[in-house]
């Protein structure tokens, strides 16, 4: 079985599997701040995103995107730190929010979380601690020590009180990479220098000491060794012994010269160092002594990150291949290793006490025996107390200790025993009884007091017993800790503290007898019993059953009592309970009525026997509670009627419980009963409810007791708010009945709900002595006609009179109407008429008399009314009918009055006389109407003289129409008679304008010519010679330029762009020429009649500045450039220098364009003039005027044309502008294609760009310029982002030797780069392969390996490319290498060193092939390198398939101390086929490993006396084992006789008995198979026939066949004996056969098929 290791190895997530690019795992992307989180920085694409690893949930990674350069997650929550440059941030994942934020003055190289709030910043200078609580800022804790100048800072460590800091740093030096560390101490300020890789801080109590010590330990690998040092920093704590410095030495395997530490995690817990190294060896020390408790190699490549792994107390890190390991101690394996295999016992105590682990209980047992015996009782005591899970803390120590005498004088060695326990920790229940008694005893109880705060007693129910004989209060406390419920609860009882008992019961869950307690405190305190019991009911579900508590109350007779506490019990009134609420409301109702109404009144409980109740209720006079609770009818009505024992407001609200049916049956019961006392009451039901029980059958109700009291007021309740025609009759009848005339009068003026008729005929049947409600319902509804007619014949005419003068004296015509109906005298109703002073509507009564053609009835009225100054307008209306009928000089009143209605008085004119109709129509305005008049009557003059004065023009529109059948006639009037009237310029404005819209231009010009050419009064009016000259632009254009020659008053400018509208381009010309508007009309010739000779003729005539900028707008849009820029210098006009330019540019001629843009600058010193112009002169090649300009002041953008001139090829003028304007960059490119190289190299320089310096660069390089492409390449080769690009150029041409001149000059230059060395590299590969050994040699370190490594192998540079791999750490790559191309990689030095390191440990054996293949004679010196890594077994069965034993005989020899078999088996081998018998005996008597194969060889040989002899050796030896192996490896070989008695002499029959048993078992089965045979062949000889066989006399041919009636052969039985031979006995039991010849035929045939 293979060796058990002391630590546990796990590997908890292999990064790539979920997601992580192999790329991004590094120390500069990945961090690991805890055992928590993984934080991966990685960029997909352009964008940036941070991984993070929850490692709780590892297969769920988090990506979110930032543009940050790192990234660290908190160690304890989701909180992550992000740092970009100077700006560091923190964020919430969670909360989703920042957290912080800061910018530092300098950049931080290195930052780490440190605790849960503070993240530890380094820079190049210093170091800070930025805390998370509140707005804190950076705070700087120290210095950088100058030792750690030049280093890459790889951890910072602080101790637990922040006291002590450490920054660790490695740089590469002297071939070897060296650790520099500063230490620093908080407290004294100082800090000191030391040299190592890797530290950390721990604390832990030493030894016996009370207090912890800050431990120091950090761990070196220098050119001497290694070593891990360990100190106590700081002052020790009081009282505690110095910690001793230790320093041990860190074992490095000669494979691993280059190894060193890179990471320390000490583990609190266990006490122990996790110490892992480069090439990813994990050491693990005890952090008190030093010791190495073990090493080896957990992973073959480097883990670059690690953190404490708090779950398991060990070490977890991350390798670069993205696996997430850890390291920890393996609990049950760590004592047993240290104790067999590392031999020290002692220091396996240390931990096993330390860690209270097992494995080491022989070790205390054996330990604490040897001292009790000695004497030593409190060394093995601390021994027993001290050992792990408490293996010695047992009865049986505590009785050895007993069994001890006490010396005089001296504390007894159980107490010291005790004593010792105390200190360090509880004691357990054996021994706290033990302890406890004789303190008792002794009567020191504030011992066991004290003991039992410090929690240093297991309590038990025992020690409670124990305690309790002498205090109880003690006792109970014991109880408590001990869990033991029922004496708890005792202990309560009997102290009185009732309360606590279901407390307590609750919290552990404990169900006493509650009811037995609850009769023991009523027996002795009743009010304590009563609050015990709602201690009971406290909970949702009572503690103990409520009927046994109340049954517990009544006994005690307690009604008042139990009436609280099951007012407190029943309180949630569940269903369940309906039993308990019955007894609480009987018990009350039978001892305290008033107590059971309060109960019932607060509707707590809704599941008790409410019949009963209810009973119980009205026996004891509770009326209200028994209504509340009955259900049947009758008992509700036999109730209902005491209404003076009931509330009537409870009452009504009872009756909205029960059903219609219900309600109205108590109702008829209430009535019956009492209808005096009881109607009050009736009538608030009925109102309140009548929407349920149906205001019919209340109505009905009421009047079938003829209650018209309990109606009336039930519906005066009501009536306002119903919308029932019957309520409100009945009502109306009800009040009649009653005597309320009022209410009658007031309904029937409110209500607009009743029927009018059904109420008007009631009203008159009923003969009321007041008709003023029979008025009222009259007038509302218009029955005014039947009101008259009734008043006028029951004689009533005064109501006539008040109600049209009181009433509504509105109503007068109507009223008038119906008395001129019934033939009532004139003088009566003028009498009534004039009697009413009310208002009314005139035009009613006019027509009501109107209708009855007996309107001058109302001439002394109407003229009494106007005599009074009345101006209504149907007063007018009525005298104008008057006097139009009597002919009483109407036109006069139709003219004069002002307030009669022109419309009416019109419309009633028109057939009477028309000609009043247009008076009347013309006073109003009734511009329809009169029109409709006028045309009906022809009297179109009159029309024509209405339209001229009217002025509008919507009214011309209309009778202007084509539809109007009369405009002609109306025209002629308006031209002859009305226009030639008016003397109103107004007038003619407004006919002119309707004439235009109505579109009749020959009449209006007619119109128009008679008006302004006749030397009228209008002849010099603007606006008629405007509409003249406009209306023939329209009609009639043949005489438009006679009347602009003929007018001189007319709008020339609208006129003139009226006319160019309409196209009269000459006309429009002329006006502007006429009225010198020169601008316009060169404008016309230009734009209209576009014809520029004669607009430059007309412009030599004018000579005005713009008119020639006009013109040279105009020749610019054509395209005649010389000619417009000749007309801008004459208009001096530079406005439009844009145009200009653009045009000219677009022509070219650039030398009429000079002498525009100088007339230009001497108008405007305008940037773009002075631009265009440098630019002019570079394009007529006028250098020397452009370099006079540019030398000048001037505000041209000289960079812009420039840049214009360069791209259009005019380098000399661009060298001139770009010399001018120091554009370096420029003026190189532009000297480059000048062919200036020496030039344009100098300008770069001075521009120093990139982009200037490639330019010069290639340029030089197609001019074959190499000497100065060489000086700009320096500059551009240090920036890697280029160099790819100039490489490419060189080599698509062909120059590699300058280009490999380039960069071996390069590579001195200060910033070179990885690129440089990696480039020149794989340039090597490919023209010069000689150099390239040499260059890797030097700078392999600065290469990018990889890449060359492929073009090493793409050059087939194996030598190369193995030791690329050697020094990328690629040793099975670099092994492959060299194996697959010996001849041009091998070395043997070279080879034996890698194959160490290779991580495929097949690899060893492929390498045993190849020596054999290519270097047999060498096969033992690399076996020599081999041997510790060589599975020695696979090695020796390969050389053996091989047939090469004797080669590696020296192997052999050196391995064969392992007393490996097969190697013992192989030497012996080839020692014996050397026939080297002494060192065959040699090797046998000194490695005995081969019985195994000796067994199995002897089996094989099948010789008896062989396996015999192996035996008995085996017994000699005493190899007893062996002897019973190989009694089964050589069972068919052994005789059972030998065996029995060798196995009887030597004592070991148990050995042998399997071996017998097994003979013995093979014996019986074969006898039993025998005596089976035997049976068998009896009952066959037994059933064969008796006769002779028939003789014949020849016998057949056939019988002399050989076998043929022969014997069977002799050996058949021997075979099948299995093997345990047949002597002559077994021959002779066989029986003869009988002859051929008995029974030929059945007899054949049987022996036949039996062959």
């Known amino acids: 079985m293979s060796q058990q290791i002391p630590i546990k190895f796990q590997e908890h997530v292999q990064l790539q599997n979920v997601g992580i690019n192999a790329a991004n795992i590094g120390f500069a992307t990945l961090s690991m701040q805890s055992d928590k989180f993984i934080c991966v920085r990685e960029k997909v694409g352009d964008t940036s995103q941070v991984v993070i690893i929850d490692m709780a949930t590892p297969n769920s990674p988090i990506r979110r995107p930032i543009s940050a350069e790192s990234a660290i997650m908190n160690p304890a929550s989701k909180v992550i730190a992000l740092r970009a440059g100077k700006t560091l941030q923190i964020f919430n994942f969670e909360m989703k929010s920042r957290m912080k934020a800061h910018t530092m003055n300098e950049d931080v190289t290195f930052w780490k979380w440190i605790s849960v709030n503070t993240v530890a910043l380094v820079t190049e200078t210093a170091v800070y601690h930025w805390s998370m609580e509140g707005d804190s800022l950076p705070e700087k804790m120290f210095d950088r020590h100058a030792t750690l100048n030049g280093c890459q800072i790889i951890n910072y460590r602080v101790d637990a009180a922040m006291k002590w800091l450490l920054l660790v740093g490695i740089a590469a030096q002297q071939n070897r990479v060296v650790g520099a560390m500063q230490l620093y101490s908080t407290e004294r300020k100082v800090s000191q220098p030391i040299e190592g890789h890797a530290a950390a801080f721990t604390s832990m109590k030493i030894g016996e000491n009370q207090q912890p010590s800050t431990l120091f330990s950090f761990a070196v690998r220098n050119a001497t060794g290694g070593k891990l040092h360990i100190i106590e920093v700081g002052t020790p704590a009081q009282g505690n012994q110095p910690f001793q410095k230790k320093a041990v030495d860190v074992f490095f395997p000669p494979e691993a010269q280059n190894d060193f530490p890179v990471a320390m995690e000490i583990s609190e817990k266990h006490g122990l160092i996790y110490l892992i190294t480069k090439y990813g060896y994990v050491h693990m020390y005890d952090s008190e002594t030093g010791t190495c408790i073990y090493m080896n190699r957990i992973s073959s490549d480097t883990i670059f990150v ?206 006493p007898d509650y009811i037995f307690l609850l009769r023991g405190i009523m027996r002795m305190n009743a009010d304590q019993g009563a609050q015990f019991a709602k201690l009971l009911i406290e909970d949702d579900e009572p503690l103990a059953e409520l009927n046994l508590v109340v049954d517990v109350f009544m006994e005690a007779n307690m009604v008042q009592q139990c009436t609280s506490f099951l007012l407190d019990a029943l309180k949630n009134n569940r269903e369940s309970e309906g039993s308990l609420q019955t007894r609480l409301l009987e018990m009350n109702l039978m001892s305290a009525p008033q107590v059971a109404d309060a109960i019932l009144g607060k509707h707590m409980f809704t599941h ?82 009548h929407e349920q029980l149906s205001t019919e059958a209340l109505i009905e109700l009421f009047e079938g007791f003829k209650c018209f009291e309990g109606l009336f007021y039930f519906l005066s309740s009501i009536v306002n708010f119903s919308q029932d025609a019957e309520v409100h009759f009945k009502y109306i009848q009800a009040a009649c009945k009653t005597g309320q005339i009022k209410e009658v009068e007031r309904i029937c003026r409110e209500s607009n709900c009743y029927n009018a008729e059904s109420v008007k005929n009631f009203l008159k049947d009923a003969k009321l002595t007041d008709q003023l409600p029979l008025i009222i319902v009259c007038d509302r509804f218009d029955f005014v006609h039947d009101l008259v007619l009734y008043l006028y014949r029951n004689n009533l005419q005064k109501y006539i009179e008040i109600y049209v003068q009181k009433v509504n004296p509105g109503r007068l015509p109507v009223v008038v109407g119906g008395l001129l109906d019934v033939d009532c005298g004139e003088d009566i109703i003028k009498s009534l008429i004039m009697s009413v002073r009310g208002q009314f509507d005139t035009n009613e009564l006019v027509a009501e008399v109107e209708k009855r053609n007996r309107l001058k009835l109302l001439l002394p009225w109407l003229e009494a009314r106007i005599h009074d100054g009345s101006t209504e307008s149907a007063t007018h209306n009525a005298l104008a009918k008057i006097y139009i009928d009597s002919n009483n000089n109407p036109e006069r009143f139709l003219r004069e009055n002002q307030y009669y209605d022109s419309l009416v008085v019109g419309k009633y004119c028109e057939k009477r006389d028309p000609h009043l109709a247009c008076v009347s129509y013309e006073r109003g305005l009734c511009d329809d109407e009169l029109i409709k008049v006028c045309n009906e009557n022809s009297l179109f003059k009159s029309e024509a003289r209405y339209l001229v004065k009217r002025r509008e023009p919507d009214l011309w529109a209309k009778v202007l129409t084509e539809e109007n059948e009369y405009r002609r006639q109306l025209i002629d009037q308006v031209v002859q008679t009305a226009l030639s009237e008016t003397q109103d310029a107004d007038d003619v404005s407004v006919t002119v304008k309707a004439f235009m819209t ?15 050419l006749d030397n009228s009064v209008f002849s010099d009016h603007r606006n008629l010679q405007n509409l003249l000259i406009l209306t023939a632009i329209k009609a009639d254009r043949s005489r438009v330029m006679e009347y602009i020659n003929r007018l001189d008053n007319y709008d020339a400018p609208d006129i003139a762009n009226i006319a160019i509208t309409n196209e009269l381009y000459e006309e429009a010309f002329a006006i502007f020429k006429k009225f010198e508007v020169n601008t316009s009309a060169i404008q016309v010739l230009i734009e209209n009649v576009q014809n520029l000779d004669r607009a430059y003729e007309f412009a030599e005539r004018c000579n005005e500045p713009a008119v020639w900028s006009l013109l040279a707008k105009a020749q610019l849009d054509a395209l005649l450039i010389k000619e417009a820029i000749d007309s801008y210098i004459k208009a001096e006009d530079p406005s439009t220098y844009m145009d200009v330019v653009d045009a000219a540019g677009k022509s070219g001629n650039y030398e009429d364009l000079v002498r525009y843009l100088q007339m230009a600058r001497k108008n405007a010193r305008d940037p773009y003039v002075e631009t265009e112009l440098i630019y002019a002169y570079a394009k007529t090649n006028r250098l020397a005027e452009l370099e006079e300009f540019i030398s000048g002041p001037n505000h041209a953008q000289i960079q812009q044309v420039g840049d214009r001139c360069y791209d259009d090829k005019l380098y000399e003028a661009a060298k001139l502008l770009y010399n001018n304007v120091s554009n370096f960059a420029r003026l190189a490119s532009t000297l480059v294609h000048l062919g200036e190289y020496q030039a344009a190299v100098d300008g770069a320089r001075k521009a120093n760009s990139t982009r200037t310096w490639k330019e010069v660069c290639f340029a030089c390089i197609d001019g074959q310029e190499f000497r100065l492409a060489q000086m700009c390449g320096l500059h551009i080769v240090v920036h890697a982002d280029e160099l790819e690009e100039l490489i490419n150029y060189y080599q698509d041409r062909g120059y590699f030797e300058e280009l490999m001149t380039l960069l071996e000059a390069a590579l001195g230059l200060e910033r070179a780069h990885m690129g440089m060395f990696t480039e020149l590299a794989i340039l090597y590969s490919k023209y010069k392969p000689s150099k390239m050994r040499e260059h890797l040699e030097l700078f392999w370190s600065r290469v ?58 097949e690899l060893y054996y492929k390498s045993l092939q190849f020596y054999l293949d290519f270097k047999p004679m060498l096969l033992n010196d690399l076996l020599v390198v081999l041997t510790p890594r060589l599975d020695h077994t696979r090695a020796v069965n390969y050389f053996t398939k091989a047939k ?150 020849k016998q057949l041919m056939i019988t002399a066949g050989p076998g043929m009636g022969m014997a069977p052969n002799p050996q058949a039985p021997q075979q099948m004996m299995g093997g345990m031979g047949a002597g002559p006995g077994m021959m002779m039991n066989m029986q003869p056969q009988p002859p051929f010849g008995a029974g030929v035929g059945a007899g054949f045939g049987g022996g036949f098929n039996s062959m």
């Not at 690629?1370 to 390191?1397: G, Q």
């Not at 080297?1476 to 089996?1499: K, V």
């Not at 062996?1522 to 006789?1537: A, K, T």
């Open 306 to 511: 690690t953190a404490p792994h708090n779950s398991t107390g060990g070490i977890i890190g991350v390798n670069r291949k993205g696996q997430v390991l850890s390291v920890s101690m393996d609990s049950e394996n760590v004592i047993p290793y240290i104790t067999n295999v590392l031999q020290n016992p002692d220091l396996a105590l240390k931990i096993s006490v330390r860690c209270n682990l097992g494995g080491a209980e022989d070790l205390f047992v054996r330990k604490f025996t040897n001292l009790f015996n000695q004497g030593n009782f409190s060394e093995a005591a601390k021994v027993a107390a001290n050992a792990p899970k408490g293996i010695l803390r047992t009865p049986q120590t505590i009785q050895k200790f007993q069994q001890v005498p006490t010396q005089p004088g001296s504390t007894p060695p159980l107490l010291q025993y005790f004593g010792i326990l105390l200190e360090q920790s509880q004691l357990n229940k054996f021994e706290s009884l033990e302890l406890c008694r004789p303190v008792l005893q002794q009567g020191r109880k504030q011992l066991l007091e004290k003991w039992l705060k410090e929690e240093k007693l297991e309590c038990s129910e025992e020690l409670g017993d124990l305690v309790k004989q002498a205090d109880p209060t003690m006792a109970l406390s014991v109880y408590l800790r001990a869990n033991v419920p029922h004496k708890v609860v005792q202990c309560f009882a009997e102290t009185g503290q009732y309360q606590k008992i279901v407390l307590y019961s609750k919290k552990v869950n404990y169900q």
């Open 608 to 689: 008790f026997d409410q019949a009963h109740v209810a009973q119980l209720c009205e026996n004891a006079g509770l009326l209200q509670r028994a209504l509340e609770l009955y259900t049947d009818i009758y008992d509700i009505k036999r109730a209902v009627v005491h209404t003076h024992m009931l509330n009537p407001e409870w009452l009504v609200t009872y009756f909205g419980s029960l059903s219609v049916e219900d309600s109205m049956e108590c109702l008829k019961a209430m009535l019956q009963a009492n209808l005096r006392q009881n109607l009050q009451v009736c009538v608030q039901i009925a109102t309140k409810y």
């Open 998 to 1012: 109505a579109n009749l231009p020959n009449e209006l010009i007619e119109l128009l010519e008679k008006i302004v």
């Open 1344 to 1401: 990018n390996i990889p890449k060359v490594l492929r073009a090493a192998e793409q050059a087939h540079l194996w030598p190369e490319l193995v030791f690329l791999y050697d020094k990328y750490e690629e040793f099975d790559n670099a092994i492959l290498t060299m194996m697959a191309h010996p001849v041009e990689s091998w070395r043997e030095s070279m080879f034996k060193d890698i194959i160490t390191k290779v991580a495929n440990i």
């Open 1444 to 1593: 090469h034993l004797h080669l590696v005989k020296p192997y052999l020899r050196s391995v064969q101390n392992n007393n490996n078999k097969t190697v013992n088996e192989a030497l012996n081998n080839v020692l014996i086929e050397e026939e080297d018998y002494n060192g065959l005996r040699t090797s046998i008597d000194a490695y005995d490993n081969l019985d195994n194969d000796a067994m199995q060889y002897t089996s094989e040989s099948r010789k008896q006396d062989l396996a015999e002899s192996l035996i008995a050796w085996f017994l000699e030896n005493d190899y007893y084992e062996c002897f019973g192996s190989c009694l089964f490896v050589c069972y068919d070989l052994l005789r059972p006789d030998v065996i029995l008695e060798l196995s009887w002499r030597h004592n070991i029959l148990d050995y042998a008995m399997p071996f017998l048993i097994q003979v013995m078992r093979e014996y019986i089965s074969k006898v039993d198979k025998l005596a089976i045979s035997e049976e068998e062949r009896k009952v066959v000889e037994e059933t064969a026939p008796d006769t002779q066989p028939i003789v014949f006399d």
